[in-house]
Each structure stands twice: as structure tokens, then as C-alpha cells.
């Protein structure tokens, strides 16, 4: 397919995954913009991705940086929205997690991805056509210990997604999920330390155990959820879905 004439704005621009999604859309023809928190991180990012990318920084969770962003892209006919910025948060038990660190990842994952839509949606609605797709988790539609805040916003996520899809949907704007998961990079290593450190296994035992719950029986490779997400862009039909990409961890254990 080919996203020639469309502006792609990608949240999270500046990590793994963001730069996966964003040299995906560059590579099907579509300009993008890298937003994210790390200036650093974005210059690296758009250096990847080529001329066809420029950067932003923006904090999602934040309104005031979010409505800066928007008039700072205001030159940009942004008709596709991915919300891909998200924190991890803590791997401990629902009890010993403090509200703060509760609030800090509702703020990221779901706080942001209202901000952008309602930022960004306006223009879309107006034009009578636009994307957007939201990066949910597989986390949640199985239990995942030891993760409540993650799972809980990406659930909360998925119900955002089916309800905004119906409002705007009859309008033109198409609005999905993609879940992915577990994809292999840091944000995983990170979390395999963790849980190692918190049940006393191995890095590579806790890795293995994941892997494990997949029907496949392996982690999801980041270009893989970057190649689903322009397939998504190539059905014109799909409204208000959850696509899954995570190896079969959703399947029955």
C-alpha cells in the first residue's frame, strides 16, 4: 500500500517501538513526525527514518506541551494519529504500589492518548477523513502478575478506542487498536530484571516462563508490530477493532 500525501504523527518517536512504527509509514510514503519527551532520542530517531521525518518534543500527559505541539504542527495535514507513548511502570503487587506511581502511568497511557485525540481530532473531523491507532497491550486479557497499573491502563485503553471509534467513525476518522506483546526490547529486559529480582529466578528463566504463554512460544520482534500497523492503514473497513500481535499470549494457557 502506499501512505504517499499523509502526515503520520507518532508518539513515543523516540524509542524502540516508535521508531519501528515510523520507519514503517516513511517507508509506505507517508511523512512523519517523531514526538516524545528525549530530544536526543528523536534527532536519533529521525536520523533513521530520513527526510521524510522531523521531530517534536512534547510530554503527551501534559496539556499545555500537548496544545504546543499542535500549533507548532499546525503547517502539517496530520491525518494519522498512532499513540505509542506509554511507561512500563512498577512490576510489584497491587499493595505495595503507591498512588503516585498508580497516577504516573494512567497519566502516560491513557491521560496522553485522550489529549492527542483531542488535540488532533478537530482537523481529521473537519476534513472528513483521518487514522488514528492507539498501542494497547495484550497485558490485561490475561493476567499478567505483578503489573496491575500497566494492565489496568491498557484495558481502560481498549474500551477508549471502542467508544471514540463510534463517535467519530460516522465522520470519516477511523480509530483501532493495536496490541502487541511481548515485544523484545529494553522495556521487556527491564521488565524480565525485574521479575527476576522480585521471585528470585533468572533473568533468562523469567524470559523463558513469558515466552512460554505464547502459542508460538516467542516474543514479538518490533518491525513485526510495525508491519501490522501499515496492514491495519490497508483495510479501509476496520473501525473500533483490537488487533492482537503477540505471538498467540492471548490464547488459552
Do not use: Q
Not at 533513521?48 to 503527551?60: H, K, L, M, P, Y
Not at 527476576?196 to 504463554?213: I, Y
Request: charge should be negative.
Amino acid at each position: 500500500m502506499t501512505l504517499e500525501g499523509r502526515t503520520a504523527l507518532v508518539t513515543g518517536g523516540g524509542g524502540p517501538l516508535g521508531r519501528a512504527f515510523a520507519r514503517a509509514l516513511a517507508a509506505a510514503g507517508a511523512r512523519v513526525v517523531l514526538a516524545g519527551r528525549n530530544e536526543r532520542a528523536l534527532t536519533e530517531a529521525a536520523t533513521e527514518v530520513g527526510d521524510a521525518a522531523r521531530t517534536a518534543v512534547c510530554d503527551v500527559a501534559d496539556p499545555a506541551s500537548v496544545r504546543a505541539l499542535a500549533g507548532a504542527l499546525a503547517d502539517e495535514d496530520v491525518s494519522l494519529l498512532v499513540n505509542n507513548a506509554g511507561v512500563a511502570g512498577p512490576v510489584r503487587p497491587l499493595v505495595d504500589i503507591e498512588p503516585d506511581e498508580w497516577d504516573d502511568v494512567f497519566a502516560a497511557n491513557v491521560r496522553g492518548v485522550y489529549l492527542m485525540c483531542r488535540a488532533f481530532l478537530p482537523p481529521m473531523l473537519a476534513a472528513g477523513r483521518g487514522d488514528i491507532v492507539n498501542v494497547a497491550s495484550v497485558s490485561g486479557k490475561r493476567p499478567l502478575l505483578n503489573r496491575t497499573p500497566y494492565t489496568a491502563s491498557k484495558m481502560a485503553l481498549i474500551g477508549l478506542t471502542r467508544t471514540l471509534a463510534g463517535e467519530v467513525g460516522p465522520r470519516g476518522v477511523a480509530v483501532n487498536t493495536l496490541s502487541p506483546g511481548p515485544v523484545r526490547g529494553p522495556r521487556m529486559d527491564r521488565n524480565f530484571r525485574l521479575t527476576a529480582e522480585l521471585t528470585g529466578c533468572t533473568v533468562e528463566e523469567a524470559e523463558r516462563d513469558f515466552a512460554s504463554r505464547a502459542a508460538l512460544g516467542r516474543l514479538v520482534e518490533e518491525d513485526e508490530v510495525a508491519r501490522a500497523l501499515v496492514a491495519m492503514l490497508a483495510m479501509p473497513g476496520l473501525c473500533g477493532a483490537d488487533i492482537d500481535l503477540s505471538a498467540g499470549m492471548i490464547a488459552p494457557a
